[in-house]
């Protein structure tokens, strides 16, 4: 199986910083990449896919980055409901998640 | 949308039957997938089946334990898991595969918890 490792695994940030977590993949997965935002008691939502598409309807704030091994999730300047965790996927073969980042209000 | 139904209180051993109502897209045209939460942990993929229910697949740990089955007619998915143990514990979730997403999860069920406990 392919694993997923990302960091950190929380974050305090505060309302208007940048923020970019990362998600290393253990072989290359060429852009079979997702990312997925999970607030509390709630489902996951997808937010990017294939690396760096953002999903419809998703703020244009959320951005993805990386091919290969290595990725990026940024979100350029947050917003209070952006504190969740995220998820990072691999969909190059069964499907396997990162362990999660849970971003923090400072 | 997805509706997930049938978690529970279930003893070591037990068996459970959960079920997804699909609704507002065809549902035979998309690969379906059930995904777990152990409470306060990630995600991790449980299995998928294919359009047709030709092709189904299964991360190790619930092999030989756990059925993933659909019925298109009813726009329903199921997951029978049998020979629960403690570690089955989990909110699950169905979710919808997208190729055209690069086979991302789009669409998830609000989930059903499933306690296995004596």
């Known amino acids: 199986d392919i694993q997923m490792t990302q960091s950190p695994s929380s974050l305090s940030a505060s309302v208007g910083d940048r923020v970019t977590i990362t998600c290393r993949a253990s072989?290359?997965?060429?852009?079979?990449l997702h990312w997925y935002q999970q607030r509390p008691g709630k489902a996951p939502k997808v937010l990017i896919y294939?690396?760096?598409s953002l999903q419809s309807g998703v703020p244009s704030r959320f951005s993805g980055s990386g091919s290969g091994t290595d990725f990026t999730l940024t979100i350029s300047s947050l917003q209070p409901e952006d504190f969740a965790t995220y998820y990072c996927q691999q969909s190059y073969s069964t499907p396997t998640f990162g362990q999660g980042t849970r971003l923090e209000i400072k | 949308q997805l509706v997930e139904s049938g978690g529970g209180l279930v003893q070591p051993g037990g068996s459970l039957r959960l079920s997804c109502a699909a609704s507002g897209f065809t549902f035979s045209n998309y690969w379906m997938s059930w995904v777990r939460q152990a409470p306060g942990k990630g995600l991790e993929w449980v299995a998928n089946i294919k359009q047709d229910g030709s092709e189904k697949y299964y991360v190790d740990s619930v092999k030989g334990r756990f059925t993933i089955s659909r019925d298109n007619a009813k726009n329903s998915l199921y997951l029978q898991m049998n020979s629960l143990r403690a570690d089955d514990t989990a909110v699950y979730y169905c979710a919808r595969r997208r190729d055209h997403l690069l086979l991302a999860f789009d669409i998830w069920g609000q989930g059903t918890m499933v306690i296995v406990s004596s």
């Open positions: 294939g690396a760096s």
């Open positions: 072989q290359s997965i060429s852009n079979y």
